[in-house]
């Protein structure tokens, strides 16, 4: 890994508004907070230009409907190459969250999402961006 | 208007992927790549932090239906104070394209949105955020 | 145009749920507030499918920056074909919004939005997605 | 759990279109497509409501960087409250993902995410919203 250090020139009042959000946020530098506002942007890339990418699938139900619990290990088995691991947590009594970790190109992660929303009984199901690092140093 | 110069240290690689993407997006200077993600996350917060804001609220609907001419004209002149002017696109011979431009605080633009949305025969209702550009210079 | 009459059967919890939502928005009807959930879902996928869609991109700028409104007027004209009218607003002595109605498949309106992006001395764009209303009667 | 049936009327073109969408999408019942819109809505709603929600944070690090592991650990410690557990996952020999489940009113969730942002070396972070399931039965 090797730093290279480059200039930006800018409006004196667009840069103070932003050491403004800095110092809000407590981003510890301006490079940081530059450097983030980047990978951002790349990673909305990588989504778009198919790359690999992660994700993480969140899935809430109700335990005790039908058999909800079997239809949801099927799909998973079904596409065990891109499904690293899944967390299970009892939200409550009836109530389960499950956090599925994907990985893999983005039609590969819409079609996993599109098979698990079409399970009878689930309540809700949302996907969280995320990035390999590979590009991004 | 003044000029400020600083400079940003960064990962070689991390800036090598973000000069590919700023030639691809044909971008004229990495200064002006790094102005408009610094610009984009600012009109985020002002949306966020409830500053006065403008946007395109696009609506689209059938004027055959029923008197939803009247009823949108009502509602718009209800929100004069944060309405500005509105832009009528003939689509077809069924189809308008109503494209409202407001200006105000956050919560008055959404209580626009929603009187709208509430209006009987619109085909689809969306919103452009946009800046007053007072905040950034 | 024919109406249809088709019933769903739900949770009454869930039901009652979307009611106090329905009553909170002002919705008249739980056809209409269903029709809605289900437009807008169409016209996500008119995008994802690349149909014919139409859109509003507002641009912000300081007009005294450089040759900033010829441009903007030139990138314009060169996708004059996708482009159906402009609504301009004066934000204040220095800043003009500008409201860019537009036509056309999706990744030829991602184009005219990269090719405004890159004009230098512009603050802010955005974009409003909308249909053409022909597939949502 | 009870079950009531509605009946929605809607034009037939529109109705067509979206049982089209449900078969592309292999929804088993238009019911249950019309729900899954609802319960959608709702949990945009809790959100923008404040209510008790759950989400999923995904973060991506070199763990060789720094004491990134250190700082990471000591903010969730900081947050134990509202985090649940944390699964994480190599993804190569630089790369790990690290997915935090947590709980919480929206703002408390946002500012965990605050504060993970600030951390030196993250690569990048995102979040999917969820539901804790009891006002969705």
Redesign the interface.
Known sequence: ???????????????D??DQ?IQR????????A??????????Q?EWQAGKEV?????L???HHKSDIVQRLTKVQHDCHDAI??T?H?H??H??C?E?V?V?GKPPGIESIL??L??V?G???V????????????
């Not at 407590?26 to 940081?32: A, D, G, H, L, N």
């Not at 992660?54 to 969140?58: K, N, S």
Request: charged share 25%; net charge positive; aromatic share 4%.
């Open positions: 890994m090797s730093i290279v250090r480059f200039s930006v020139s800018l409006d004196k009042a667009l840069v508004e932003f959000k946020e407590q981003c510890p530098t301006r490079s940081k530059v450097g983030d506002l980047i990978r951002d942007s790349l990673v890339t992660v994700g993480a699938i969140v809430v139900y109700d690293i691991s967390q947590i939200l409550d009836d109530n969250m956090i970790a990985r599109k098979r929303k079409a009878k689930l309540k809700h949302s996907l969280a961006s995320g990035t390999t690092g590979v590009r991004l140093p």
